[in-house]
């Protein structure tokens, strides 16, 4: 165990300590491996990388503050699976990275802290899609150089091990996994601005073998996603399988759970036990997140025990772009009850269609959207809509229209062609819109 005050770190907010918390990192790998201590106090520090066999602990009133300074960090051309974005404003640097090491740690109770205020504007930027930071997001104060991207992330690592700990600030998703093995998160709580862009929580991409448990995540995007993205890694032929995901409290901006993003594979989830206090989207599998992606392939997932209060979508299962041919199948989502005022999207493009979806035990309450709706081309029509869907089951799905509903709901279903089975459903129509209907008639001139 080695203790960063034995090697003069200085704990005043100020000083940067990023030389000093590696040589302690180093020097233990070098012995085989143990125990970092960061104790109380603020260190101020760039870029750490973690080694084989090392821990490293932040003690209660223990704060890693990244860097305002972006020549202190990691750049992205320093590793093959380090990438960027110029589209969404975040460059390549870490504050935090594991790199094709194993059996690694960071525990708490301390804290990690990206510095986000010093990288974002301070001013909202407009965003028009409905719900979805809906008083305007935050985006990089450097046009040039960016900001910061993932705070904690892991490259191709195996025996992971994230606990305990408090993480707030980050530049861009909090936590990223890539085609790593063996991970396991549990206890943490994280905290980004809301209004900040890309700062999801917790990112899965194509790894095997993790279990998620007992977080609180609050988020200025997703909360956490499952990607199937494995093109920038050395083994390319690893999918994201294997995942568990419980007992979590979740906030966010966007999605509370994304399922998608990439050209591979996505297979064997569970999430279960879940508060969703706020989301534009409670549930989003997406094949094919851009054109001309070919998408994901998504299959075996299984949700259940959901609660969710101040929802958009409750649901949304589509293949995305057009050019998507790969397939979603093997959906269950079960005992899912939601306060929500948009509607749930089943659908697939010309080419492939989400395949075997059973929707069961779910209580929709349709309440009021707080966000006001310009534009009639955004009123909601029809609480269920499906439009190419193979083979689709509602068991026990009961809708109530709360009687804040907006007024403009057409019906409580809408589809196709599209084979689609209810049984012991509750689905009665929207009455608001019947009544407006009626008011409207009685307001014509007779003919």
């Known amino acids: 165990m080695i203790n960063i005050l034995t090697y003069n770190a200085v704990p005043d907010g100020k000083t ?26 603020v260190y101020v520090t760039g870029t750490i990388w ?13 704060v890693l503050k990244g860097s305002t300074d972006l020549a202190d960090y990691c750049t992205a051309d320093d590793f093959q699976q380090n990438a960027f974005s110029t589209v969404e404003q975040w460059n390549g640097a870490h504050l935090i990275v ?45 046009k040039v150089n960016l900001r910061p991207g993932q705070m904690c992330a892991f490259y191709e690592s195996s025996n992971i091990r994230i606990e305990n700990l408090s993480l707030r600030n980050s530049c861009c998703w909090t936590i990223f996994l890539h085609g790593c093995n063996n991970a396991f998160i549990s206890g943490i709580k994280i905290d980004n601005n809301p209004d900040n862009a ?77 508060c969703i206090r706020h989301a534009a989207t409670g549930f989003l599998f997406q094949s094919a997140y851009w054109k001309p992606s070919t998408g994901t392939n998504i299959s075996n997932i299984s949700i259940s025990n959901i609660q969710a209060q101040d929802l958009a979508y409750p649901i949304r299962i589509t293949s995305g ?21 948009a509607h749930c999207d089943f659908s697939g493009s010309e080419i492939t269609q989400p395949r075997n979806i059973t929707i069961r035990n779910c209580h929709f309450n349709i309440v009021k959207s707080p966000i006001k709706l310009l534009d009639p081309a955004e009123y909601p029509k029809a609480f269920l809509s ?30 196709d062609d599209s084979p689609v089975v209810f049984k012991d459903c509750i689905l009665p129509e929207p009455p608001n819109f019947a009544k407006v209907e009626a008011e409207n008639d009685k307001s014509k001139p007779p003919a």
């Open 198 to 274: 890309n700062t999801d929580g917790i990112d899965i991409d194509c790894c095997d073998s993790v279990i998620v448990s007992n977080c609180i995540i609050n988020t200025g995007d997703d909360a956490i996603t499952l990607r199937g993205n494995p093109k920038r890694l050395k083994d390319n032929a690893k999918i994201c399988q294997n995942i568990a995901i419980t007992n979590c409290v979740l906030d966010c901006s966007v999605c509370a759970f994304r399922i998608g993003v990439g050209d591979g594979t996505i297979t064997n989830a569970t999430i279960s036990n879940i």
């Open 386 to 415: 499906i439009k190419r869907v193979d083979n689709i089951r509602f068991d026990n799905v009961t809708v109530n229209w709360d009687q804040s509903a907006e007024p403009t709901w057409k019906t409580v279903l809408h589809k």
């Open 321 to 341: 772009a057009e050019s998507a041919t790969a397939q979603i199948k093997n959906i269950t989502i079960s005992d899912f009850q939601a306060d929500c005022y």
């Open 16 to 41: 940067l300590n990023t030389e000093i918390i590696q040589q302690a990192i180093d020097d233990l790998a070098s012995r085989g491996g143990g125990t970092v201590v960061v104790p109380s106090g």
């Open 50 to 62: 973690l080694k084989n066999n090392v821990e490293l602990h932040l003690e209660m009133g223990a």
């Open 98 to 142: 594991g790199l094709e090491v194993n059996n690694v740690a960071i525990t708490g109770p301390g804290t990690i802290d990206g510095s986000a205020p010093d990288f974002f504007e301070e001013e909202l930027a407009p965003f028009r899609p409905r719900f979805t930071w809906a008083k305007g997001l935050r985006l990089a104060k450097d």
